[in-house]
């Protein structure tokens, strides 16, 4: 497709993206104390509700990259925007826990058919081998999830309540998302670069794919791990340090403009190097911030910073370095099956990392954050290798 008519697509995925992670992966941080302090149901009970959710998502997206192979992404991601409407809706209307774990349930599916591996494999079936600045151009978009939805999400609940909220996100869902989705995405057969993916059966890995397969899934573990704990224990790690919550809260801020000006500055390589480099480059930066942090170095503000523009361009890798792998023909299917792994990793790291602060404090987890980025380390360097 030309150049120039990506732009509504990728603006109009970039929308979907920021409300689909707002109202789903984000939407706790901002609901679980008001609907804890409403109801009474305990709060472990009530975040628990973010990895259940992760976890259908990731036994689901095998299938979802599978239909996107098949069908394109429009449908699955007009799909997601019906899903997560209908188990917002489910959450806003629940009377007891379990009513309110049955929502996430349903928006968990919903996650798998919509957050970046379904708009990646879209993307990837819409553009094929020439998607690479497309991705990197949707996480610019997916960047601004937490800060468009955090205020957003503060300023219903002060005014209308967390019940009300969800609905308000469900309106948003129906009225915004599935509009640009049907409207705005092409379908599979607008495409004139990969007119006939969807007809193609998915051939069997080779021996040597097999290795690289396995060892990107390996980096995806460790790294969608590493990003869990730190997104929900950062502020926990920091007081551990002795950092006062003032301070870390706004030590945490500077994580979201380092991802961004690190994505810009991929944009700005303009796809020069292979994406396996960025991913090299990614692992360094995360390995490095997390390394000085755990070392107790009077340097927060600078580690963050590292950390943070690495895993800005860890999401850039995370949807090149298949494509780049495997090429487009078996791309969407693959980022469907690479998903799982990752996906069950970011729901049970942050109740392993609980228990961690619990019993062994915040030092043990720190130095268990820094094991699982030199691990990923090695993997990265594995991968390159076998390639």
């Known amino acids: 497709m030309d150049r120039a008519r990506r732009w509504p697509v990728i603006s109009a995925l970039g929308v979907v993206q920021i409300f689909t992670w707002g109202s789903s992966f984000y939407l706790l941080a901002?609901?679980?104390?008001?609907?804890?302090?409403?109801?009474g149901w305990p709060l472990t009970g009530i975040v628990?509700?973010?990895?259940?959710?992760?976890?259908?998502?990731?036994?689901a997206s095998p299938q979802v990259g599978a239909s996107i192979h098949r069908y394109g992404g429009r449908p699955v991601l007009g799909l997601a925007a019906v899903l997560l409407a209908l188990g917002l809706i489910v959450l806003g209307l629940a009377p007891s826990l379990p009513v309110f774990l049955v929502g996430w349930l349903v928006i968990g599916l919903g996650m798998g058919c919509g957050l970046y591996d379904p708009a990646y494999a879209t993307l990837g079936r819409l553009y094929g081998a020439d998607a690479r600045p497309a991705i990197t151009a949707l996480t610019l978009w997916g960047g601004f999830a937490s800060t468009v939805c955090w205020p957003l999400s503060v300023h219903l609940v002060a005014h209308i309540g967390w019940r009300a909220t969800c609905f308000a996100y469900a309106g948003l869902h129906l009225g915004v998302t599935l509009p640009l989705v049907l409207l705005l995405i092409p379908s599979a057969s607008a495409s004139p670069t990969t007119p006939d993916i969807g007809r193609r059966a998915v051939t069997p890995l080779a021996a040597q794919e097999r290795r690289l397969f396995l060892l990107f899934a390996g980096v995806l573990v460790l790294g969608g791990a590493s990003m869990a704990l730190v997104s929900v224990h950062l502020l926990t790690l920091l007081q551990g340090r002795g950092v006062p919550l003032a301070s870390a809260v706004s030590y945490g801020a500077v994580i979201g403009p380092a991802q961004v000006a690190a994505r810009l500055m991929e944009m700005a390589g303009k796809g020069r190097y292979h994406p396996l480099w960025t991913l090299t480059a990614a692992t360094y930066l995360i390995a490095l911030g997390l390394g000085l942090l755990a070392a107790g170095l009077p340097v927060v503000g600078l580690a963050l910073v590292l950390y943070g523009g690495g895993n800005g361009i860890y999401s850039i890798a995370r949807g090149t370095v298949p494509l780049a792998l495997f090429g487009p023909v078996r791309y969407p299917a693959l980022v469907g099956r690479l998903a799982r792994p990752g996906l069950i990793a970011q729901a049970l790291a942050p109740p392993l990392g609980a228990f961690v602060l619990s019993h062994g404090g915040a030092g043990v987890l720190w130095i268990m954050l820094a094991l699982l980025a030199l691990a990923n380390l090695g993997l990265v360097g594995a991968l390159r290798r076998t390639r």
């Open 30 to 39: 901002v609901l679980a104390d008001p609907v804890a302090k409403e109801t």
């Open 48 to 59: 628990g509700g973010l990895s259940l959710g992760l976890l259908v998502a990731a036994f």
